[in-house]
């Protein structure tokens, strides 16, 4: 699905990693030149072995496992903690431990996001795109390629901000041009800017200045347009109108329409209708566009500055994998990239970021810290990756797989390769980290989760450096910040029974310093991959 919107708006030791695997292997299949495994519930089998941990740290996954027991040897004292990683859905799957009875509940909150219905807006605007005729029921627009330099200071126009179920606009509002930047010269030739003010909106004219030169301003890698397009591409180009007549001709202008969205948690978004003509979808600005929260703005200026991040990366993956390569991906995969590159970009716009620690600093902050994406990927932690109903959980689960796959897959070079992936969600996933199991790439991450309070985590599993790690591409650098999910309140959740679907981890708790025997007994109804964690 297009995802057109934003809500809410040293010292090294390498742990050894045991990896037992069960019998039974499942399918297999070609994917890029490799084996692919391709799982059923016929592939997994009962669980019933021991496992003795006698090395100073240990990872020890335990693949194609179904109900069974596990005894657990602990040699010397241990922090012991398992992770269950569900490759089916609806699986009501339950740990039961009878050494030890620490294990830590936390509280659900219920968390939903009523504010728009952003899932059927984005279908919508892919059944126009992917369709094979659009019947023209609108006058298209006279204007076909805009002049910047006809555009003035004072100028007004009238903008679409709601479409019924006919393409028709459903709402308009005026707004009059507050800034113009003109010819700025970029990778992709000379871009221009135009900020749009709602007609009666009191925002100041520094507060829209300051958005403009966060976004595009003279000069080379020194804003938003700069350090994301050098990873991901153009916006738009040429070869929009040439695969697609119903989309608008090449443009290097890009309009920012900030006005009163009278909703305090709605920060910004791109819509996809504003790049077809009128001849295709009357709601269209014919527009390469931003929408922005003025009321926001005003309260938060960095947080709608992220926001722009965000949803540029929505602009260019519309065009990149939607328009060029014809790939209709996923919520959680466009979703999962936009909250990446957030991370990526936080220090250079000077923000806390998802991980809501000062910018200038690469630690992983300390206890006690509220802000962020991460105390809500905490309490939510058992939800499925790639599912997706559009609330703010959704958004910090992917922005807790996004910072794994950053600091462990080479940040900003995997980013440019998921956008130009040729495959799509899992299997792009698959193509651009190498790995040949998605199912166990989400058992990484979740170790990784479990292993953040540690610094000396193995390759493959860390989220904290103890400082900034430096990711650079094409000569521009980027720094990402190190994340202990434990310094969050809430504390990430562990518990001993959930329903799970598909690509999801139930996070379990053994306990603290702990040594002897410790028998679990296993229901898993289909099939799952179990981690041992021992730190």
Partial sequence: MLNLFKIDIKIFLVISSLFFVACGGSGKSTFNGREVVDEDSNSFKGLNRKVAIDNSKAIYRIDNVKSGSLTIDVKSKKDLYVLVTSKFDNQNISIGLSKTNDIVRNRVINDSNKS???????????????????????RALSQSVRDINSINLGDQERFCIGM??????SMYINATVKRVVKNIQTPYGLKSLVVWLQNGNSLSQSSLEKLSNIFLKPGGNNDIYDWESNIFGSEWGDDAQKIDSKLIPKSDIIDILVYNMNNIGLAGYFWGKDNFKKSSIGASNEKIMFYINSELLKRDPKETYTTLVHEFQHMIHFYQRSVIKGIEDSSWY?????ESIEDL?????????????????????KPG????????FNRYNSISLTSWYNTTKDYSKV????????????????LNKMMYSNYQDEYALLD?????????LIAKWGSAVILSDRLNAPNGYRYNFGTFQNSSFKGVTYRLGSINFYNYIPSPRFRSSAYLDKNANLYYKIGNNLKGLYKIDLNIPKGATLTVIAK
Avoid at 369 to 376: T, V
Avoid at 399 to 413: E, K, V
Avoid at 432 to 440: A, H, Q, R, Y
């Fill in 116 to 138: 728009i219905d952003l899932i059927k807006m984005r279908r919508e605007i892919n059944n126009i795109l992917f369709s094979k005729e659009a019947t023209p029921r609108y």
């Fill in 164 to 169: 019924n179920s006919d393409r028709s606009c």
């Fill in 334 to 338: 466009d979703e999962l990239m936009s």
């Fill in 345 to 365: 970009i936080s220090t250079k716009i000077g923000y806390m970021g998802p991980r809501h620690v000062n910018p200038n600093d690469g630690s992983a902050g």
């Fill in 369 to 376: 810290n509220r802000g962020g994406r991460y105390p809500n």
């Fill in 399 to 414: 922005s807790s797989f996004g910072a794994f796959l950053l600091r462990n897959y080479n940040g900003a070079t995997l």
């Fill in 432 to 440: 651009v980290t190498g790995e040949n199991n998605f199912g166990n």
